[in-house]
């Protein structure tokens, strides 16, 4: 089957596709909920525009590949995807809404017009007689590309996660411990309750370090140091 080169050209095209979509959905999840504090349903919501343009490109690219061909409306599609994939990247901060939305709704319409012709030019080459078995594989590779998404994408980002929080971690810690000893010795309380608060604030160290290796216990598959 691999001969063909159209089946295998179109295999990656379906696998990339794939990657990208639900790799991009993971870190826009995250993305929602922790720095823009949105719940689950909100999120939900949020990702609406996107399904709808989807719905809207995909029957679309059939009016356009009979006037323009497949191969030009699957490349149009994609360089969409790598532009909204760039505008994204640029946009992910916590006060950007309408600049991603935009972003989402251009994502939306390279998916639509990419994968609603990639299956076709995917099979063009294949005998009819083995086209039950192009199609089998054509689904196999999007389920791969899905998983692959969410895996390499989740690794490198819960990796990142890991190493910004010991960053954090090494420096915000000590500074609490060591500004509570401060407040204390500077606050109208008992001598011996600033004793107290006194070995509270030497345990600073102690607490990072204990911090930093629970961090490095629990992302050590994904730690990217």
Do not use: H
């Not at 990339?16 to 639900?22: A, K, N, T, Y």
């Not at 399904?51 to 497949?70: F, K, N, Q, Y």
């Amino acid at each position: 089957m691999l001969r063909y080169r159209g089946f295998r050209f179109g295999l990656l095209t379906i696998m990339i596709v794939e990657l990208g979509e639900f790799g991009i959905v993971l870190v826009l999840s995250l993305f929602f909920q922790l720095a823009k504090q949105l719940d689950a349903f909100q999120t939900g919501l949020t990702f609406l525009p996107l399904a709808i343009v989807i719905l809207i490109a995909a029957p679309s690219a059939g009016i356009l590949s009979s006037r323009i061909g497949s191969k030009w409306v699957v490349t149009t599609g994609m360089v969409l995807e790598a532009v909204a994939l760039f505008l994204i990247s640029q946009t992910m901060y916590a006060d950007a809404t309408w600049q991603l939305f935009a972003a989402l709704l251009i994502y939306g319409t390279g998916v639509g017009l990419a994968i609603a012709q990639v299956a076709n030019i995917t099979l063009t080459d294949i005998p009819p007689e083995k086209s039950g078995v192009g199609s089998g594989a054509t689904n196999t590779i999007r389920q791969l590309g899905s998983s692959l998404g969410i895996a390499l994408i989740g690794a490198v980002l819960f990796g990142t996660f890991a190493s910004a929080s010991k960053t954090l971690v090494d420096v915000r810690i000590p500074a609490a411990f060591t500004q509570f000893g401060k407040d204390a010795d500077a606050a109208n309380i008992a001598p011996v309750s600033k004793k107290f608060a006194a070995q509270i604030a030497g345990f600073g160290d102690n607490t990072r370090q204990a911090v930093d290796n629970a961090l490095a216990a629990n992302n050590s598959d994904f730690t990217t140091n």
